[in-house]
T-cell receptor, first 109, second 113 residues
């Protein structure tokens, strides 16, 4: 069992739909990161969470420390949101990141 | 925030040769990380590079295969030595710390033929 698990692995949506990607982790963490990777390979950090909720534009990230679960929501999805979304847990023991397998999101016009 | 650049952005190399990837950060950082992402896989940490000390390698990665330099607080290199097709991957450098954001470079897409 992976220490960080994401679901779903693949997600196809129509433009405008509300999207949720889930991440569960089993390690003790100091922070949970949500990352976005476009086909070219570059990775952008979307959020770093240690508690509660953060919002940036149409993106919302939440974390429940007790349940060891985080979600990434995209409101009013757009084709340009199509990318791989990766959650990564930063362990309390240091600066190491443990990555989920990623969720491939495709938003169709 | 930190802006990271990598060179080259992509390369096609012949087996048995070596490639050095450069990572430049626009601010001084203590810890730099090198990751590999094999096709269809998530990221795997190769090593952590701290300025002024030897890099710390993860299980399955050795210095002879992936030598790393960290001459100052804004620059690092990763060399992929004696390449084989299995080394075809995206290689990413990253900076971050215990309580700060993690930033990634644009990646180097390597194909070994």
């Amino acid at each position: 069992k992976n220490e960080v698990e994401q679901s779903p692995q693949n997600l196809t949506a129509q433009e405008g739909e509300f999207i949720t990607i889930n991440c569960s982790y089993s390690v003790g963490i100091s922070a949970l990161h949500w990352l976005q990777q476009h086909p070219g390979g570059g990775i952008v950090s979307l959020f770093m969470l240690s508690s509660g909720k953060k919002k940036h534009g149409r993106l919302i990230a939440t974390i429940n420390i007790q349940e060891k679960h985080s979600s990434l929501h995209i409101t009013a999805s757009h084709p340009r949101d199509s990318a791989v979304y990766i959650c990564a847990a930063k362990e309390t023991s240091g600066s190491r990141l443990t990555f989920g397998e990623g969720t491939q999101l495709t938003v169709n016009p | 925030s930190a802006v990271i650049s990598q060179k080259p952005s992509r390369d096609i190399c012949q087996r048995g040769t070596s490639l050095t990837i450069q990572c430049q950060v626009d601010s001084q950082v203590t810890m730099m990380f090198w990751y590999r992402q094999q096709p269809g896989q998530s990221l795997t940490l190769i090593a952590t590079a701290n300025q002024g000390s030897e890099a710390t390698y993860e299980s399955g990665f050795v210095i002879d295969k992936f030598p790393i330099s960290r001459p100052n607080l804004t620059f690092s290199t990763l060399t992929v030595s004696n390449m084989s097709p299995e080394d075809s991957s995206i290689y990413l450098c990253s900076v971050g710390g215990r309580a700060i954001e993690q930033y990634f470079g644009p990646g180097t897409r390597l194909t070994v033929t």
